[in-house]
């Protein structure tokens, strides 16, 4: 069983860290409140808002060496909410790469409602958890402990550029509850 | 009832037709072999490769002008098969509008495998005919005349700014099939 940390404490860290204890792993959050914090976890999942990671990177980044980092982040542009706020050929979960290079960067989590990792279900579908990352074995140990309470499954989208299309999905989808075309408790599901 | 004008006579221009042809609509396909072709349909979808398009525009632009114009396209890279062959900022739907600036240009079907289409199934769910273009009058009508043989179901994805993630999730979908990790008759759902 691994050591999960979670970073966050709202909808998205308590409805992933669920899905986590299900498999019967150590869960553990960081609240934004708390003060030099240890990062106890060999996955380490950023469940706060993208301008949010710029802090933990500056505040606990050496500690992240060698983990597994989960970057979830839909880097809405919420001036405009007409597009995302990185470089256009780019991605958060690209950006958190460069910014930690010594950790294993991977993309999960952003295109799923909190509500569908907690129930499991996207309709009467499984909800499924695309991840995409350039280090294999970060990802395939994140699958296994990410599938092992079987609530949810896993499809490995390829590499961290595919970041870029799981952000899209994630601000599309977005875009389209807030406009109450879906709803929060649904949205994009993924059929094999 | 509509006339639509379908260039193409493959997978996806056959499950098109079939879809507008539930709804008692008018269907006539152009074929890649045809000789100074007539453009008769008020809808006119191009279910060509995205590379023959732009011969399209060239032969019969000056007959699209104030018609709605289906751009379905996953402009692929297939040299790298690792991005789109767009500018990482646009679309091929943007492209197309530039190209056509009389046409009334409408993002639809590029996130539905052709199958889909046929069934009006993803899984369990009803096939999600996902569009986006800035001509709300001519958006309204495509979404009407693909839902009248209630078939499949249309969901506005907003302007036409939004193809570039409708392109995103094709792309996307695509490679997943290519891997298969998904079958070419499922993959992404909408359920609201």
Redesign the interface.
């Known amino acids: 069983m691994a050591t999960i940390t979670i970073f966050g404490t709202g909808n998205m860290g308590t409805s992933i860290g669920s899905v986590f204890a299900a498999g019967g792993h150590s869960v553990h959050h960081i609240g934004s409140d708390a003060s030099s914090p240890k990062v106890e976890g060999e996955i380490v999942v950023l469940a706060v808002p993208h301008a949010a990671v710029a802090d933990i990177v500056d505040s606990v980044g050496a500690q992240l060496d060698g983990k597994i980092v989960v970057d979830i982040a839909n880097p809405v542009d919420f001036e405009t909410f ?2 995302l706020a990185v470089a ?2 780019g991605s958060a979960a690209a950006d958190l790469a460069a910014a930690l290079p010594s950790a294993r960067v991977v993309k999960a989590f952003n295109t799923n409602f909190a509500a569908t990792l907690a129930s499991g279900k ?4 499984i909800t499924t958890v695309l991840i995409a990352g350039d280090d294999t074995d970060a990802k395939s140990e994140l699958a296994q402990a990410i599938t092992a309470g079987e609530t949810v499954t896993v ?5 961290l ?2 970041a ?3 952000e ?2 994630g ?2 989808q977005i ?2 509850a807030a ?1 109450e ?3 929060w408790s ?7």
């Open positions: 007409d597009g256009s050929d996207v309709g009467d579908a499809i490995d989208a390829g590499s550029k595919r870029r299309e799981l899209a999905i601000f599309l875009t389209l406009a075309k879906i709803s649904s949205g994009f599901a993924v059929v094999r």
